[in-house]
């Protein structure tokens, strides 16, 4: 019996010996790395998520503030939003995975090498979307006060939405369609309510214009993200950060020629030094508000494409959602719009739309973290044994 009790007390386990003591650090060395890790990943998504609301919500008020100070290009606020890309080369070259081993988060785990011709077309076909994406945006800014253009932009939620639903498999809750139809009543509150809007003498007309394609620049945006994701599933067939900084590179790259060609056919390029000299500020600000445009941009794109990297496209949507009701209070600030009931109103409506969202991203995030304790503590369990 005593023999029996000393062969048992005396099993391998993974080639060892029981030692009760060394397998309780073993099982906790086990546990806490994974936490290491889990805090890594907050402190990454938080820098992410803080780049992201500082460089839109900057990039959003510096586009203001260079049409209320005599710009008038639509083609080159256009342009600023993407021109900003060679910032972000230097990180292509750093996070080359001939340098460093990037731990793949690919939905579909198999590699697969696209043609040339295939990237090409992709990248051809999203830059151009881009390109019709910030020219909206622009009219948006130009024809409409900050608040309302903000608040409006929240309906990209509703589409990305719908969009997921379509291209990224992505399934309806009661929270996201709470979600859709807030934002929606939020948008049509404005839209009904525009008599008062314009704190800078823009015609009605011009206000509908302005109305119409923010809300397509939204829809748009919203099909670009949904679209990436499709392409990494469908097409590239990994989700590295640098094949995600090529994916905003290069659409970049094609946006920004498009840009440079339609500022010239459409004749603005020659109104361009007028304007610096007649901008109120003088040329030095002129230049510095350009420039600091499209870096704030580029800051909120490492913002997005990081959290595409770390969670997903559907998330950093989400996230640069949350910026749009900051930045009505920061233009009653230095704009001085006018922020009346229904705006409060509207305001509301898609920050309890926002908050819904999120809650449902929050009930998702448990059930996969509870999934993924299971299978951790079993496969712990199944090691140690």
Partial sequence: ????????????????????????????????????????????????????LAGQSAATLLGRLYYDKGGNSKWMATFVQSAGFPILIPLLFFFSPSTNTITTTSIN???????????????????????????????GLLYLPVSTYSLLCATQLAFNALFSFFLNSQKFTPLILNSLVLLTISASLLAVHADSESTTGIPKVKYVIGFLCTLGASATYSLYLSLVQLSFQKFIKRETFAAVLEMQIYPSFVATCACVVGLFASGESKSLKREMKEYQQGKVSYLMTLIWTAVTWQISSVGLLGLIFEVSSLFSNVISTLALPVVPILAVIFFHDKMHGV??????????????????????????KARKNANESSGALIEVC
């Avoid at 040339?116 to 994406?133: E, P, V």
């Fill in 109 to 139: 785990t198999s590699i697969g090498t696209p043609s040339l011709c295939t990237l090409a077309f992709l990248y051809l076909f999203l830059g151009l979307l881009l390109t019709g994406d910030n020219m909206m945006y622009s009219y």
């Fill in 343 to 368: 705006k409060v109103m509207a305001l509301l409506l898609a920050v309890w739309g926002f908050l819904s969202y999120i809650y449902q991203h929050y009930l998702d995030d448990i059930k996969s």
């Fill in 1 to 52: 019996m005593e023999v029996t009790q000393e062969l048992q007390l005396q099993t391998r386990v993974g080639g060892r010996e029981s030692n009760p003591h060394k397998d309780a650090i073993f099982v906790t060395n086990r546990v806490q790395l994974p936490k290491l890790e889990h805090y890594k990943w907050w402190l990454r998504v938080s820098t992410y998520t803080l780049f992201l």
